[in-house]
């Protein structure tokens, strides 16, 4: 009971992508980010790297380069860390001020997914989501979903849950990554 209460509780976001649109809903409150989905990231002398805006807001200027990680001919998503930036930031618009636990999530490639998405852009979109801190990951393949539906949610069974061990799991792998590039 304890566990289905807070379970309703938690937010719900359907992740809608396509090539020049993102759409981030959250299914309960009714707050909504719909944009392209550009990235406006600034390099400074030092060669880091830092998003300074997304969306219509993301312009392109000195020392600022626009770039769209959902940008690529064969698949929906291009950019795995500027994805990841984006959406970041996305569901903190979408979110707002308030505190609200991990959001359980259910993600849709809208385009460039004819006979259905391959298992590495299901795992690609499981983790991505899952290291933004979503409690649940669902890739729906399907008719767009309606708001009743997303709530009634008989889709979660075997979505990608986070935990301890996946968690650590992401961690040494990205540690491996960075320990990888100071070596070279």
């Known amino acids: 009971m304890a566990n289905s209460l807070f379970s309703r509780r938690r937010p719900l976001y ?8 993102l759409k981030v809903v959250d299914v309960f409150a009714g707050t909504l980010f719909d944009e392209v989905p550009d990235v406006a990231i600034s390099t400074d002398a030092k060669g880091q790297k830092t998003v300074v805006a997304i969306g219509a807001a993301a312009k392109a200027g000195p020392g600022v380069t626009l770039a769209n990680p959902f940008s690529h001919p064969r698949t929906v998503l291009n950019d795995f860390f500027l994805a990841q930036a984006l959406l970041r930031r996305s ?3 979408v979110k707002g001020a308030r505190f609200a636990p991990a959001p359980r999530v259910v993600v849709q490639a809208m385009e460039k997914n004819q006979g259905g998405l391959s298992a590495i ?3 690609a979109f499981e983790e991505l989501l899952l290291g933004l801190g979503a409690k649940v990951v669902a890739v729906h393949q399907g008719q767009v979903l309606s708001m009743g539906e997303l709530a009634a949610g008989p889709f979660w069974q075997g979505a990608k849950a986070s935990s301890a061990k996946q968690s650590l799991l992401t961690l040494a792998i990205v540690l491996g990554a960075l320990a990888l590039a100071f070596i070279k």
């Open 14 to 21: 359907y992740v809608q992508i396509w090539e020049t649109r």
């Open 91 to 93: 569901f903190a618009l």
């Open 121 to 123: 852009e299901v795992r």
